[in-house]
């Protein structure tokens, strides 16, 4: 007995620290009818006070604003961000990117946008001339900066490419940070749904044609505009490594140069590409350059029907050496310009004398001479 009674404290204090569930609920139950009963005395107290006309209105203005909040249009919820600086990593990023519409019939007119992605250093110093090409065609293309992110702009408010810098992060020549980069431009530009064609240029490029050119050229274009080809050499299949296989075999291993134009569908596709990144990112590292050949055989695989193999960035590699040749003011003539514009290229399975829309590398010194070139020869 002593010893059941010395027992009998215990479970009685274990009771009031935490009681058992049943009272819990009871007392939440009483605390709700208190709050219930206050909450109808105040409101007969106000009716009988105010009338009910005040009360109503007082009710009203208090949650209207919620009810107006949940009265969004369509237009809301595909709106591209206006700020484009956020906080997601690359992850959370290509994860919202991903999103695919199932109807493919869009119940609202949509006006199929071109997105330039600039990966660049730093600053834009053909900027002028990018403006002048732009200026007019608002509603038909979004801009994308990737730079160092040490650099901070300074366009004025007027410039097309204010507010356009995209979280960035450092992006090496060779490495799988430059496909990183490209791929974080590809995401950011697919968060606006109207956006169906992808270039990415650098700050050396400048628009060979007007902005009706270059996007009619895009939009009537059966194939995306990706340099692809099999270099048999040392610099092409000599970087192929066997643990490539059985993703990559070595008859589908492409080269091609890194400035690529795609639309919406293949711009997916690498964003959401696990299965030929991981092979890359561990195989193909210098002196294989990965930024050469990742997207083009990713592509030629997957999407191979549906590339044109053959980019729409001009580039003179007839100098020789490791990079292809800048040019500067004293290079920009008429008949300089002439001879880039000058082509004979497959468009459709027809041959078109547009082959380049965009050109690289020009230097700042030709930015003067091309601004007073431009409108006679580029018709913009
Ligand atoms: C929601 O907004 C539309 C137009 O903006 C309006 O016609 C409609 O009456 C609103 N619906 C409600 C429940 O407020
Ligand atoms: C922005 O900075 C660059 C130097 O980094 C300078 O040349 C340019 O004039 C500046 N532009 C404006 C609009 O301040
Ligand atoms: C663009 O250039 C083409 C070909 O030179 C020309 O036919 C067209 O009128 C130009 N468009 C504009 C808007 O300047
Ligand atoms: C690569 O070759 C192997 C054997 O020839 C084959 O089984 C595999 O399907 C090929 N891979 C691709 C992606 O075509
Ligand atoms: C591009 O090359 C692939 C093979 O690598 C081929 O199947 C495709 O037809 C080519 N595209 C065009 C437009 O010729
Ligand atoms: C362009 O090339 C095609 C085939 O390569 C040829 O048939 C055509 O005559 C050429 N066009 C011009 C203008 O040279």
């Given at each position: 007995?002593a010893?059941?009674?010395g027992?009998?404290?215990?479970?009685v204090?274990r009771?009031?620290?935490?009681?058992?569930?049943?009272?819990?609920?009871l007392?939440?139950?009483?605390?709700?009818?208190?709050?219930?009963?206050?909450?109808?005395?105040?409101?007969l107290y106000?009716?009988?006070?105010?009338g009910?006309?005040?009360?109503?209105?007082?009710?009203?203005?208090?949650?209207?604003?919620c009810?107006e909040?949940s009265n969004?249009?369509?237009?809301?919820?595909?709106k591209?961000?206006?700020?484009?600086?956020?906080?997601?990593?690359?992850?959370?990023?290509?994860w919202?990117?991903?999103?695919?519409p199932?109807i493919k019939?869009?119940p609202?007119?949509?006006?199929?946008?071109v997105?330039?992605?600039?990966?660049?250093?730093?600053?834009?110093?053909l900027a002028?001339l990018?403006?002048?090409?732009?200026?007019?065609?608002?509603?038909l293309f979004?801009?994308?900066i990737?730079s160092?992110p040490?650099f901070i702009p300074?366009f004025?408010?007027d410039?097309?490419?204010?507010?356009?810098?995209?979280?960035s992060q450092?992006?090496?020549w060779?490495?799988?940070?430059?496909?990183d980069a490209?791929?974080?431009?590809?995401?950011n530009a697919?968060?606006?749904?109207?956006?169906?064609?992808?270039?990415?240029?650098?700050?050396s490029?400048?628009?060979?044609?007007?902005?009706?050119?270059?996007?009619?050229?895009l939009?009537?274009?059966?194939?995306s505009?990706v340099?692809?080809?099999?270099d048999?050499?040392p610099?092409?299949?000599?970087?192929?490594?066997l643990?490539?296989?059985?993703?990559?075999n070595i008859?589908?291993?492409?080269k091609?140069?890194?400035?690529?134009?795609?639309?919406?569908?293949?711009?997916?596709?690498?964003?959401?590409d696990?299965?030929?990144?991981?092979?890359?990112?561990?195989?193909?590292q210098?002196s294989c350059y990965?930024d050469e050949?990742?997207?083009?055989?990713?592509?030629?695989?997957?999407?191979?029907?549906?590339?044109?193999n053959?980019?729409?960035?001009?580039v003179?590699?007839?100098?020789?050496?490791?990079?292809?040749?800048?040019?500067?003011?004293?290079?920009?003539?008429?008949?300089?310009?002439?001879?880039?514009?000058?082509?004979?290229?497959?468009?459709n399975?027809?041959?078109?004398?547009i082959?380049?829309?965009?050109?690289?590398?020009?230097?700042?010194s030709?930015?003067q001479?091309?601004?007073s070139?431009?409108?006679?020869?580029?018709g913009?």
């Amino acid at each position: 007995m002593a010893v059941e009674e010395g027992k009998e404290p215990a479970p009685v204090s274990r009771t009031n620290q935490v009681r058992p569930l049943p009272l819990r609920l009871l007392q939440l139950f009483v605390l709700f009818l208190f709050l219930c009963i206050g909450f109808s005395v105040v409101s007969l107290y106000t009716i009988r006070h105010f009338g009910i006309e005040s009360t109503v209105t007082a009710v009203k203005s208090n949650f209207l604003p919620c009810l107006e909040e949940s009265n969004v249009s369509l237009g809301e919820w595909i709106k591209a961000p206006v700020d484009l600086m956020h906080s997601m990593n690359d992850e959370e990023l290509f994860w919202r990117a991903s999103f695919v519409p199932r109807i493919k019939n869009y119940p609202f007119q949509r006006v199929p946008k071109v997105g330039f992605m600039f990966l660049t250093k730093g600053p834009l110093p053909l900027a002028p001339l990018w403006e002048r090409f732009f200026k007019g065609h608002q509603g038909l293309f979004s801009i994308y900066i990737h730079s160092l992110p040490s650099f901070i702009p300074n366009f004025t408010h007027d410039s097309v490419f204010h507010g356009r810098q995209i979280p960035s992060q450092v992006a090496e020549w060779g490495r799988m940070s430059m496909c990183d980069a490209e791929r974080r431009l590809l995401a950011n530009a697919l968060l606006d749904i109207n956006n169906e064609w992808f270039i990415l240029v650098s700050e050396s490029c400048i628009p060979l044609y007007n902005f009706s050119v270059v996007y009619d050229y895009l939009k009537n274009s059966k194939y995306s505009f990706v340099g692809s080809f099999d270099d048999l050499g040392p610099y092409g299949r000599g970087r192929y490594r066997l643990e490539m296989a059985p993703e990559v075999n070595i008859t589908e291993w492409r080269k091609g140069a890194q400035w690529f134009e795609v639309d919406r569908k293949l711009a997916l596709n690498i964003v959401q590409d696990t299965k030929f990144y991981r092979k890359f990112k561990e195989f193909c590292q210098p002196s294989c350059y990965v930024d050469e050949h990742y997207f083009p055989t990713m592509l030629t695989i997957e999407f191979g029907n549906s590339i044109a193999n053959r980019s729409v960035t001009w580039v003179d590699w007839s100098r020789g050496g490791a990079h292809p040749a800048t040019f500067g003011g004293h290079d920009i003539t008429k008949e300089f310009l002439a001879g880039v514009l000058e082509g004979n290229c497959s468009y459709n399975e027809r041959s078109s004398s547009i082959c380049a829309l965009f050109a690289r590398k020009f230097a700042p010194s030709s930015l003067q001479p091309l601004l007073s070139l431009a409108s006679e020869v580029f018709g913009y």
